[in-house]
């Protein structure tokens, strides 16, 4: 039993869900205290210190086993899957943003062809500068890192679309689906790097449970102030708590992009080992193989046995077919 505790109160543990606790822990303490409504068992006495800081850590370590228990439905929740699919009606701020980035990248290209096309007379040729080579490359790297490729998949939250982002990342390159797949995958990553993995992912949970507490701690203190009719260190509270949620959300975010890289390269570099290790042909034309592991996709997605068929008796035949083919009904 100890040995199945140790093996859960790990850094990433203490990293991602221990602190977090004790912060928010913490912050309500001090709230209450503002209110002067601290209850006897969150008091520190001289007599019985150790009793008390013993109840107080127990308190904590249990809310960091609730933020554990809990963390898929936080992540989703600060990805913007809201209930009833509203996140589909209340993205249109980030589409805005990525149709400004699309439309950015499509003109620079059209301007890079047409610079490029003989027809055009020589003095009628527009310039493509240096500049807008590094302005293409702003938008794209935008792109990659903070937005799905497609705009039907952007979401109400700069978190969330920053997680999109790098879900997408092995479909877009590779034709492989990156949440069902990601098991296949995760089998084959060697030990220590999935222990990386891991550990930025610790630093994304901190950041984003961190975030979480000072939207309860806000919380807490609207209810209290509403129940006494006080609302003690009232300008402190609104500029501070507020702040530090912006903040939050912003470390949230950059750690989220950090994760993904970490994850965007188990894919670069240990795709080709999953292949070797389910028998699969190794091609040398890049399109064949995405062929390839489109139909794979189709298989662990959807159970469509037609896709397995054809990957198990051609691969030949998926590359020279169209991926339309053999998409799910």
Not at 284 to 289: K, L, T, V
Request: net charge negative.
């Amino acid at each position: 039993m100890l040995g199945g505790l140790n093996k859960i109160v790990d850094r990433n543990f203490l990293v991602g869900y221990l602190l977090p606790a004790t912060a928010l822990l913490g912050g309500g303490i001090g709230i209450v205290d503002l209110f002067d409504v601290r209850p006897e068992w969150a008091r520190l006495s001289q007599d019985d210190l150790i009793k008390d800081s013993t109840i107080l850590a127990a308190i904590a370590l249990l809310t960091a086993f609730v933020l554990m228990a809990l963390n898929s439905v936080i992540l989703r929740a600060f990805e913007g899957y809201f209930f009833f699919g509203l996140y589909q009606h209340l993205n249109f701020f980030y589409v805005w943003f990525w149709r400004y980035h699309d439309k950015k990248i499509k003109e620079i290209r059209k301007t890079q062809a047409k610079s490029k096309d003989n027809t055009v007379p020589i003095d009628e040729r527009p310039v493509f500068a240096s500049k807008d080579r590094l302005e293409l490359m702003h938008h794209l790297e935008s792109m990659s890192k903070n937005f799905p490729s497609e705009e039907h998949r952007v979401l109400p939250t700069r978190f969330g679309n920053a997680i999109a982002a790098f879900e997408d990342y092995s479909m877009v390159l590779y034709g492989f689906e990156m949440i069902t797949g990601w098991s296949r995958l995760n089998a084959v990553v060697p030990k220590d790097y999935r222990e990386i993995m891991d550990g930025a992912r610790a630093d994304m949970d901190m950041w984003m449970n961190l975030w979480l507490a000072t939207y309860l701690l806000m919380l807490q203190y609207a209810c209290l102030a509403i129940f006494l009719g006080c609302a003690p260190a009232a300008g402190s509270i609104l500029i501070g708590l507020p702040g530090m949620s912006v903040l939050m959300g912003w470390m949230s975010h950059k750690a989220a992009v950090q994760w993904g890289e970490w994850i965007k390269g188990a894919f670069d570099v240990y795709l080709p080992k999953l292949r070797d290790e389910l028998g699969l042909t190794d091609h040398d034309d890049s399109r064949e193989e995405r062929e390839m592991w489109k139909l794979y996709s189709q298989v662990m997605v959807y159970r469509n046995e037609k896709a397995l068929d054809k990957l198990l008796e051609c691969y030949s035949t998926a590359a020279s077919g169209h991926p339309d083919d053999y998409a799910a009904p």
